[in-house]
T-cell receptor, first 121, second 109 residues
């Protein structure tokens, strides 16, 4: 496989369920991201991992819990979600050429997975 | 934080027409990408273009970093070009891409 792969593609879950979204990248990148896209809204950054360390948490509720066990895999654990959390969740990866440096221009081109369309009922 | 504005928000074209999509950003950037989101939600990379001009078939893009804008040109549009076009720039922390609201393009035959 090549690129960025997300599973599952579709997920329907109840508000009391616990589920996980999975993302895997085969590009040799060291940075991975979760974005949320709600209907009729732009993509919102949720989490950023560089070298398996979380470098940004964009004020996301604690019912979303990310995990990055290695540079190729990223998970988003979901629990006690609300109907308004229904959205398209997109994973991306890029190469951070200056990990921890925090200066602009250190990331190369980002590539996205196909997304997981989540419906909370 | 950095602001990204895209125009127009919606665009309706007949097949074969040309179009220009614009992306303005509020601060200097080193990374800028254009994406096409297809009806299934997949974001397709079009251009990685922090500055200068690039061409790929019927599409081309120009970024004038000093004036804080980028343009995406679509020539001889086809129905398969329909979808949402996003511009994204790297945030000021240098950690991730920030997206504009997109331009929704509809091409009819």
């Amino acid at each position: 496989e090549t690129g960025v792969t997300q599973t599952p593609r579709h997920l329907v879950m109840g508000m009391t369920n616990k589920k996980s979204l999975k993302c895997e990248q085969h590009l040799g990148h060291n940075a991975m991201y979760w974005y949320k896209q709600s209907a009729k809204k732009p993509l919102e950054l949720m989490f950023v991992y560089s070298l398996e360390e979380r470098v940004e948490n964009n004020s996301v509720p604690s019912r979303f819990s990310p995990e990055c066990p290695n540079s190729s895999h990223l998970f988003l654990h979901l629990h006690t979600l609300q109907p308004e959390d229904s959205a398209l969740y997109l994973c991306a990866s890029s190469q951070d050429n200056n990990p921890g440096g925090g200066w602009m221009g250190s990331n190369t081109e980002a590539f996205f997975g196909q997304g997981t369309r989540l419906t909370v009922v | 934080g950095i602001q990204v504005e895209q125009s127009p928000p919606d665009l309706i074209l007949q097949e074969g027409a040309n179009s220009t999509l614009r992306c303005n950003f509020s601060d200097s950037v080193n990374n800028l990408q254009w994406f096409h989101q297809n009806p299934w939600g997949q974001l397709i990379n079009l251009f990685y273009i922090p500055s200068g001009t690039k061409q790929n078939g019927r599409l081309s893009a120009t970024t004038v970093a000093t004036e804080r804008y980028s343009l995406l040109y679509i020539s001889s549009s086809q129905t398969t070009d329909s979808g949402v076009y996003f511009c994204a720039v790297e945030n000021q922390a240098g950690t991730a891409l920030i997206f504009g609201k997109g331009t929704t393009l509809s091409v009819s035959s």
